[in-house]
């Protein structure tokens, strides 16, 4: 985590955004409810401090916002997308805590203190990450608007599955709907990635000599992640 902190409303408007004061939540009017009320009326500010992609956010958001607004219309990061609304479709999956959410059912209110993973903040230094990778040496897609949830629920499969079965992979891929039915690509993507990410853990634990136990497959970031929420 950085030093730093950033004001959530101190930051530039991302795509979509509106000013300063209510936001817009579930891509509805917030006066859309009750014509004429103020939306302060119903949706209330509510103090948050959340970590995405290893910055930390502090600020208010209206009460009712969704994680995945919050993500798109107050920080910018419009990788992660908004399909359904309603759970279905997995184009908005990130991981919080270490699970994979569906950002448009979670509050980004009743994220306060947590830990939020994006698909923006898996490259490092210009290289992407090996799921990032496998899913462009695969051609592991289409149109592409699924692909950052499916990235994000392979990610967290490896996170803490190191070296999962096709079925394995399937049944983590179940919430990600693809309408391009790239499905078959997508998979074996995720098995390159396991394979990339196992052998790149075992090549570093021989140059360090040891015996190759470390959970080194993982991402580097603290080993294997809680299970998915959903
Ligand atoms: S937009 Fe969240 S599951 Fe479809
Ligand atoms: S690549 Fe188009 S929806 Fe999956």
């Not at 004061?21 to 009017?29: I, K, Q, V």
């Not at 014509?35 to 910055?55: C, D, I, M, Q, Y």
């Not at 799921?131 to 051609?139: K, P």
């Not at 970031?221 to 299970?227: D, F, P, S, V």
Request: net charge negative.
């Amino acid at each position: 985590m950085r030093d730093e902190e950033r004001r959530i409303d101190g930051r530039p408007d991302g795509p979509g955004a509106e000013g300063g004061g209510p936001r817009r939540a579930g891509g509805r009017s917030p006066q859309g409810a009750v014509p004429g009320l103020p939306a302060t009326a119903f949706h209330p500010s509510v103090a948050v401090r959340l970590e995405v992609n290893g910055e930390t956010w502090v600020g208010e958001v209206p009460a009712t916002e969704t994680l995945a607004t919050f993500l798109r219309d107050r920080l910018g990061l419009t990788g992660t997308k908004i399909g359904c609304e309603e759970g279905n479709c997995g184009a908005c999956s990130v991981i919080l805590d270490g699970a994979l959410v569906y950002s448009c059912l979670v509050l980004a209110a009743a994220c306060d203190g947590g830990r939020v993973e994006t698909v923006e903040g898996l490259a490092r230094e210009d290289r992407l990450h090996p799921v990032q990778e496998a899913f462009v040496a695969e051609d592991a897609l289409q149109c592409g608007f699924c692909t950052p949830g499916q990235i994000m629920a392979v990610k967290a499969l490896l996170d803490r599955e190191p070296r999962p079965t096709p079925e394995q992979v399937q049944a983590a891929l179940a919430g990600n709907l693809c309408r391009c039915g790239a499905y078959p690509r997508i998979v074996k993507a995720a098995l390159r990635a396991a394979a990339t990410m196992a052998g790149g853990a075992e090549t570093a634990a021989s140059r360090r000599g040891d015996d190759g136990s470390a959970d080194g497959a993982t991402d580097g970031e603290g080993g294997t992640r809680g299970a998915p929420a959903r």
